[in-house]
């Protein structure tokens, strides 16, 4: 008799393949979702449902995508999915950034690789043209990791439509009376010749400087401070020689002790200062801050020195020295922001060349010089200096001093320096007019501040705040302290740029006084130009082509007028994309609810598109743009460096898609602590394959084992089926939990160790032998295969969101063969995870079921540690050959007395369980049952029969199913 045909062995046709094969099973269940338009499909379902809007922030639109742009979309997806599942309509609008100075860095090189001088109109035609390109290609890789989305109307920052509403939010600042011209020191980039704003900047910590110290002698001493002194200087320390043909002043904190060193060039014992010959008269006085003394005189190898005269800063106001190469004064200005910290507390002030020196220079009425243009390059007003690129003054300017007299010493200094972000240069400080935003006006920093007060996560999942509340929940809540600090010591916002690819600024200025016009009606009219053309319209149409017939200068009356040729800042294209799409203006089916429900993005973008889109969202709407904002670490090699082609360590999106299978990625970003940094290797991502495959051939089974079952049939279960059921419905909870507080990494740990541990290792090696065995259509089997089909619904909707493939494929079979519940829709992502109720949670925690089998698996873990050194490859191999003599006492005695003996056998693996009372204890011997030839288990109830000739061992249950 064959009796392997005797059993219900899993159909391998049934169920899904035990080898997944991603890379080809990914795309054709993409291109399902396509052909059925899955997105709209799910918004459909969901069309009643309370809205959850996740924002997008926009990738640059300069290449294709990298694994951390990955990182960000499926972990955006994430939310966007779970959300749909917990009933919430979350719709989910891509976006992309297409203007700034990335982009027109690339096509500029294309156009200098054929020796080719663009006009700002072709110049602004390839730059469309390139981001349009990365646009296509990075939606087709976006799609490929199983991203859901508007793909064919994502919002894209040079949409016509899409540049006219920036510029009407332009127009919201200007109403609101944010927007000012003004002379203002910024952060320039010599290399890009364009301003920059602080969000723009990077801090290298290890750049190099040539550091100074320059003498400026005394010029003007009104006060006759230092009528006793032959020969006074004052000592300036600087790391920026290219400014010093700038200087007009030297700063001195009014408060802080100042001190005259006298200073002899030659050694030798120091005289007293009475003694006034000439022969031992000190070379030079110079004025310093007395805190810094000892550690001046080290720099400058100072031997004979003395302190002859201490007094406050403030006596030194209306004193000045001379410029130390040209011949014009530097006033001593007082200032608070001298510090004992470094230097000498005599601070080099150059107006046109940095904040604090141009606010002083303002108080003091001192020239703002136009000294470096924006190449770099020292102006005329730099004198003899004109015509030198500002970092080649570290040789000239300092030569020239060392020349004069004046230079006290020079050497390299590491320290921090600003870089542009976006091709990491450095960066300097230039006095120029730019169009800024005002953050003080009418207290929009302060209320800034109060809108993104901290709300805790705990908090906010618990009590959701109501719609005109105050507070962001920050998660990690690390974030709120970074931008606090971006808020409360940013300055004003430049938000003009000098580049050619960009929305235009809408400005006119009266022809001839060049008076900005700062009109509604004038700015409403660019808009509507741009709303028809395109933002290239601006730069080639007259402003009379623009205005309307008849305009006049609100202020002058001008009737003819000029353009604004800069461009916006990208980070005020960004900042304003909460209000072109969820405000509908733009398109109506982008039109959500504002504020956004949450934000995520890179934990660099505190200063970034968080912050941009904060100042923009309360300036012109009076909240933050955001509920909650959840941010993320860089990706790096398992060495924690950043990724580069020329490390080798770089892992492309696209290629691990084809190698390893988008669902492998999902569980990489799944498991990672993206909170800080995370590691991605292709060992890790194979490792991680592993943990896939747990997950899969426990779907895998489930499913298998539910060939032949009636979905449609109430089928009662037995205790173990119940048990598996209530452990199920507790990992639901927890895991949407989990997904509520944007913890994944919680759900697929939870998920995997479920699969290995509460199925794979014991409910499924327990039930195997009923599945296998038993008769088709016998209530035990039924009841098993009830658990099976809940237990495997209930995973595939938690893993949906991640493993969004494997979990559709899954859905599918079921689908086709008719296992799933009435309502349930055609694809898993439409499905809610339906956790239990409170009410629910409390029956099964307090369950003598659980209470039963927690106490079952303790004794299981201890019976099997125990059978492990006992057992031995000469005389038993097989726990099935074994009889397990357990001795307890107490309630787990009497908890196991309240399973069956057959049961107590099949739950411990084993070929017979015998209970003592006593002091807990385990032993083991050989079972003497024979062992049945169809189910392999020895039980005393085997007995050897007869079938067709031939003899076979059979337990009792298999005689019965075998009709013997």
């Known amino acids: ?186 952060l320039w980039s010599p290399t890009s010749r364009t301003a920059l704003a602080d969000t723009e900047i990077v801090y290298h910590p290890d750049h190099v400087s040539k550091a100074i110290y320059v003498a400026f002698p005394l010029r003007e001493d009104p006060n006759q401070i230092f009528a006793k002194y032959p020969c006074v200087d004052t000592i300036i320390w600087t790391t920026t020689p290219w400014t010093i043909p700038a200087n007009l002043a030297v700063a001195f904190h009014p408060t802080l002790e100042y001190a005259v060193v006298a200073h002899w060039a030659e050694e030798g014992v120091v005289p007293p200062v009475s003694d006034t010959s000439a022969e031992q008269a000190p070379s030079t006085y110079y004025v310093v801050l007395h805190a810094l ?81 924006e190449r770099g390059v020292l102006t005329s007003e730099a004198g003899e200096f004109e015509g030198i690129y500002y970092k080649e003054c570290d040789t000239v300017v300092v030569d020239r001093l060392r020349e004069v007299g004046a230079l006290l010493d020079v050497r390299d200094h590491v320290h921090s320096y600003p870089y542009a972000e976006r091709d990491d240069k450095p960066v300097i400080f230039r006095a120029t007019e730019q169009w800024f935003v005002a953050i003080d006006h009418n207290f929009l920093r302060d209320r800034m501040l109060q809108e993104i007060a901290s709300i805790p996560l705990e908090e906010f999942t618990e009590h959701p705040p109501q719609e005109e509340s105050k507070g962001v929940s920050w998660v990690p809540e690390s974030g709120y302290n970074r931008i606090e600090a971006m808020v409360k010591n940013r300055p004003d916002w430049c938000i003009s740029r000098q580049r050619p690819w960009g929305v235009g ?39 009379d082509g623009i205005l309307p017939a008849g305009y006049t200068h609100p202020e002058t009356g001008e009737t003819e007028f000029t353009k ?183 759900v697929i740990t939870a998920v995997h160790n479920f699969c290995g541990k509460e199925l794979s290792r014991f409910y499924l090696d327990a039930i195997k032998d009923r599945m296998y065995c038993e008769a088709p259509g016998s209530a035990q089997r039924q009841s098993g295969q009830a658990a099976c089909r809940r237990v495997l619904l209930s995973l595939l909707k938690l893993v949906a969101p991640i493993l969004v493939h494997t979990a559709e494929e899954t859905w599918t079979l079921l689908r086709e063969s008719a296992l799933l519940d009435p309502g349930e829709p055609e694809t898993v992502h439409a499905a809610t995870f339906d956790p239990p109720s409170a009410e629910r949670l409390a029956e099964i925690e307090g369950s003598s079921l659980q209470v039963r089998f927690a106490v079952l698996k303790a004794v299981r873990d201890d019976v099997f540690a125990a059978f492990e050194p006992w057992k031995s490859p000469e005389t038993v191999k097989d726990s099935q050959d074994a009889i397990a003599s357990v001795t307890l006492k107490g309630q787990p005695l009497e908890t196991l007395r309240t399973f069956e003996t057959y049961e107590l056998a099949n739950l411990f693996k084993m070929s017979w369980v015998e209970l003592n009372e006593g002091e807990p204890s385990v032993s083991f011997r050989r079972s003497e049952f024979l062992k049945c030839d169809r189910s392999r288990l020895r039980r005393p109830d085997v007995e050897t029969v007869v079938v067709d000739g031939a003899e076979i061992s059979l337990t009792r249950r298999d005689r019965a199913v075998l009709g013997v």
């Not at 005599?346 to 107006?351: D, E, F, N, R």
Request: charged share 25%.
């Open 1 to 186: 008799m064959d009796l392997r045909s005797t059993l219900n062995l899993p159909d391998p046709n049934f169920t899904i393949p035990m080898k997944a094969d991603l890379p080809k099973l990914e795309p054709t269940i993409q291109a399902r979702w396509e052909a059925e338009g899955i997105y709209h499909r799910i918004q459909e379902t969901r069309k009643d449902a309370p809205s959850f809007v996740l924002h997008d922030g926009p990738p640059y639109t300069n290449s294709p995508i990298h694994i951390g742009t990955a990182l960000n979309k499926i972990l955006k997806d994430l939310v966007v999915k779970s959300r749909t599942m917990m009933g919430f309509r979350a719709p989910y609008v891509p976006g992309y950034d297409n203007h700034g100075l990335p982009i027109e860095q690339t096509v500029m090189k294309k156009f200098q690789e054929r020796k080719v001088t663009p006009s700002v109109v072709e110049l602004r035609k390839a730059c469309r043209e390139h981001a349009a390109q990365y646009v296509d290609v990075q939606t087709s890789q976006f799609k490929r990791l199983g991203v859901f989305g508007l793909w064919e109307r994502p919002y894209a920052t040079m949409d016509y439509r899409f540049e006219a509403e920036i510029v009407r939010t332009f127009k919201r600042m200007v109403e609101g009376g944010y927007v000012y011209k003004g002379l203002r020191p910024t």
């Open 293 to 373: 003394v000892p550690r001046i005189a080290d720099a400058l190898g100072w031997k004979r020195y003395e302190v002859v005269e201490r007094f406050d800063g403030i006596t030194l106001d209306g004193a000045s020295f001379s410029h130390p190469i040209f011949d014009r004064p530097s006033i001593a200005v007082m200032a608070e922001y001298v510090t004992t910290e470094d230097g000498t507390g005599v601070v080099h002030t150059a107006p046109s060349h940095g904040r604090d020196d141009f606010y002083t220079g303002q108080k003091y009425g001192l020239p703002v010089p136009n000294t470096v243009d």
């Open 505 to 543: 600024i809408p400005i006119f200025y009266g022809a001839k006084t060049r008076t900005p016009v700062l009109d509604p009606v004038a700015i409403e009219s660019v808009a509507r130009l741009v709303e028809r053309e395109g933002s290239d319209a601006w730069f080639v149409t007259e402003p």
């Open 564 to 746: 604004e040729t800069d461009v916006l800042d990208v980070w005020f294209d960004s900042g304003s994309t909460s209000l072109c799409v969820l405000e509908g203006n733009v398109y109506p089916e982008w039109k959500e609810h504002w504020p956004a429900d949450v934000y995520l993005e890179g934990s660099d973008q505190h200063r970034g598109w968080f912050n941009s889109s904060l100042v923009i969202g309360t300036a012109t709407r009076g909240a933050a743009p955001y509920r909650q904002v959840v941010t993320h670490g860089f990706v790096t090699d398992s060495e924690g460096r950043k990724m580069s082609k020329r490390l080798g360590n770089v892992v492309d999106p696209v290629e691990a898609c084809e190698k390893y299978g988008a669902d492998i990625i999902r569980i990489w970003v799944a498991n990672v602590d993206y909170a800080n940094d995370v590691p991605c290797t292709d060992a890790l991502l194979k490792q991680l394959g592993e943990q896939y495959r747990t997950v899969r051939n426990t779907l895998r089974f489930l499913l298998g084992n539910l060939q032949g079952f009636d979905a449609s049939v109430d089928v009662p279960l037995i205790d173990i089926d119940e048990w598996i059921v209530e452990q199920t419905e507790l990992l639901v909870a927890d895991c949407v939990e989990s997904y509520r507080r944007y913890d994944f990494n919680t």
